[in-house]
């Protein structure tokens, strides 16, 4: 096997993953990017990062098919959301030739300490739904500043974007982990097509890698939401808890290195 060819097994196999885990509770981008930064350390990070949404956004798109077949979408907050996120996520994105994303590190490290600590306190967290006790209006508002905030950080940051729109989606909109995810999935989606918009005008990108991952992310996509499907929000909040305490790790260790 060539070098060619071993570095595109090696990044197929890390998209493979990355799209069942995504598929699940989010976080794939903690394996995917990583792997391409590993791969071309010589390549410029936004043309990885705009890569790195082509392989995300197939099998994001499929995991949101498959749990729309099996669960009922709510709309009145994933569209609000997705709209708002595809803005988000093009101001993230422009953000990132003009900001640097070290800044960000310690605030998402503390974020996500206190997403996991609340979740595995609050054992019911996510297991039901619930309802908000506000009006349609009010929701549909709470899920603008849900998916334009998150859009931004997407564009602009990127790891744990799945896992902080279950968590606030569960948390701010009464949803049980599964409706959560799907809904994630959705506005997941702008965010990645925006980015990939932005970043299509402004960087070359790896048009033939991003495929052959793309169709990698699609598979783990596909097995990752079965699964999901079949365990219901019990398995998706322990894979949960288990995908925030590697980003933990994983920026823990960014910050002392």
């Given at each position: 096997?060539?070098?060619?060819?071993?570095?595109?097994f090696?990044?197929?196999?890390?998209?493979?993953?990355?799209g069942f885990v995504?598929?699940?509770?989010?976080?794939?981008?903690?394996?995917?990017?990583?792997?391409?930064?590993?791969?071309?350390p010589?390549?410029a990070?936004a043309?990885?990062?705009?890569?790195?949404k082509?392989?995300s956004?197939?099998?994001?798109?499929?995991?949101?098919?498959?749990y729309?077949r099996?669960?009922?979408?709510?709309?009145?907050?994933?569209?609000?959301?997705?709209?708002?996120?595809?803005a988000?996520?093009?101001?993230?994105?422009?953000?990132?030739?003009?900001?640097?994303g070290?800044f960000?590190?310690?605030l998402?490290?503390?974020?996500?300490?206190?997403?996991a600590?609340?979740?595995?306190?609050?054992?019911?967290?996510?297991?039901?739904g619930?309802?908000?006790?506000?009006?349609?209006?009010?929701?549909?508002?709470?899920?603008?500043l849900?998916?334009?905030g998150?859009?931004?950080?997407?564009?602009f940051?990127?790891?744990?974007?799945?896992s902080?729109?279950i968590?606030?989606f569960?948390?701010?909109?009464?949803?049980?982990?599964?409706?959560?995810?799907?809904t994630a999935k959705?506005?997941?989606?702008?965010?990645?097509?925006?980015?990939?918009?932005y970043?299509?005008?402004?960087?070359?990108l790896?048009?033939?890698?991003?495929?052959?991952?793309?169709?990698?992310?699609?598979a783990?996509?596909v097995?990752?939401?079965?699964?999901?499907l079949?365990?219901?929000?019990?398995f998706?909040?322990?894979?949960?808890l288990g995908?925030?305490a590697?980003?933990?790790l994983?920026?823990?260790?960014?910050?002392t290195v």
């Amino acid at each position: 096997m060539s070098s060619f060819e071993s570095i595109y097994f090696f990044l197929g196999l890390a998209a493979f993953f990355a799209g069942f885990v995504d598929a699940v509770v989010g976080g794939g981008g903690l394996i995917q990017t990583p792997a391409l930064l590993a791969a071309y350390p010589g390549t410029a990070p936004a043309t990885l990062f705009g890569t790195n949404k082509l392989a995300s956004v197939v099998g994001t798109f499929s995991a949101a098919v498959q749990y729309a077949r099996r669960v009922r979408i709510p709309w009145t907050i994933a569209l609000p959301g997705a709209v708002a996120a595809l803005a988000g996520a093009w101001l993230g994105a422009r953000a990132v030739s003009v900001l640097p994303g070290e800044f960000l590190r310690p605030l998402i490290l503390v974020l996500l300490i206190a997403v996991a600590v609340y979740t595995f306190v609050r054992k019911d967290f996510g297991q039901q739904g619930r309802s908000t006790g506000r009006s349609k209006s009010a929701d549909q508002l709470v899920a603008l500043l849900i998916g334009g905030g998150i859009g931004f950080y997407d564009g602009f940051f990127g790891p744990g974007t799945g896992s902080f729109l279950i968590f606030l989606f569960i948390r701010f909109c009464g949803m049980d982990f599964l409706h959560a995810s799907v809904t994630a999935k959705i506005v997941n989606v702008a965010t990645n097509l925006s980015a990939i918009g932005y970043f299509a005008l402004n960087v070359p990108l790896l048009w033939s890698l991003g495929a052959v991952m793309a169709v990698c992310n699609l598979a783990g996509a596909v097995a990752g939401s079965r699964m999901a499907l079949r365990h219901g929000s019990g398995f998706v909040r322990k894979l949960f808890l288990g995908v925030v305490a590697v980003l933990i790790l994983k920026l823990a260790y960014d910050l002392t290195v």
